[in-house]
């Protein structure tokens, strides 16, 4: 645990937050805050496992998480979390209205290990000494059945956390991998500084070797400051 001033600030910065995911005040809010804890984690800590229910959100207050996943002993970096951004690994959520949506749509894909968060690969780890406040996400779900602000916060709050994922990550169109680091200067550079080449190889689906030939060759072009 670290200090309570502290604690408190990211506690009223969070609520500000998720309140604009609302776009009104957040009744209950002692019932979600008593779920809640500022922890600080080492650089390498798996915050949330892979194949682990982990009904957890983060949000990063100092330092840098990724998600990655691991797939035939090849790891990945989907994403990349810095502050003021909320990170979860939504397979080790369980979110029920996922489970719901799927089990009437789709209810032969039940048993599919993308679906289930027993079978999820995607765990979030930390790229650099950081501070983190986790919140419960099964207060959030039973806040949003019994009140529609918070039932317009968590919508929110899923949309957009999709929408960012999806924009973090490398772009598939992008045939050759020089081109996706060129695309990743424009969309994260402030990230630029702060992760080392094997981080942004396993995120730019490239090796160590051939990371280092892009950027020694992009950055005589000119085109890194």
């Not at 805050?33 to 915050?47: E, F, P, Q």
């Not at 990724?66 to 994403?79: C, G, H, P, Y």
């Not at 790229?127 to 059945?145: K, P």
């Not at 695309?183 to 992760?195: C, G, K, Q, T, W």
Request: aromatic content about 8%; glycine content about 6%; overall charge positive.
């Amino acid at each position: 645990m670290v200090s309570s001033p502290q604690y408190e600030h990211t506690l009223a910065n969070t609520r500000l937050l998720m309140e604009s995911f609302a776009q009104r005040p957040l009744p209950e809010w002692e019932h979600f805050a008593r779920t809640t804890d500022l922890m600080t984690v080492g650089r390498g800590t798996v915050l949330v496992p892979a194949f682990t229910h982990h009904p957890y959100v983060y949000l990063v207050t100092r330092g840098l998480l990724k998600t990655r996943f691991t797939q035939t002993k090849v790891a990945r970096t989907v994403s990349f979390h810095t502050e003021g951004e909320i990170a979860a690994v939504f397979n080790g959520l369980g979110v029920s209205a996922f489970g719901r949506v799927a089990l009437r749509a789709a209810p032969k894909i039940s048993a599919d290990p993308r679906v289930w968060p027993e079978g999820s690969p995607f765990e979030l780890v930390a790229v650099e000494n950081s501070t983190v406040l986790r919140a419960g996400f099964a207060v959030i779900e039973e806040l949003a059945e019994r009140s529609h602000a918070w039932a317009l916060m968590l919508n929110a709050f899923l949309s957009t956390s999709m929408l960012m994922l999806c924009a973090g990550l490398p772009d598939s169109h992008l045939a050759t991998p020089e081109e996706r680091y060129r695309s990743f200067l424009v969309r994260r550079p402030e990230l630029v500084a702060r992760i080392s080449q094997r981080e942004l190889a396993a995120h730019l689906g490239v090796t160590e070797v051939g990371m280092s030939r892009i950027v020694k060759r992009v950055s005589a072009q000119g085109h890194v400051t």
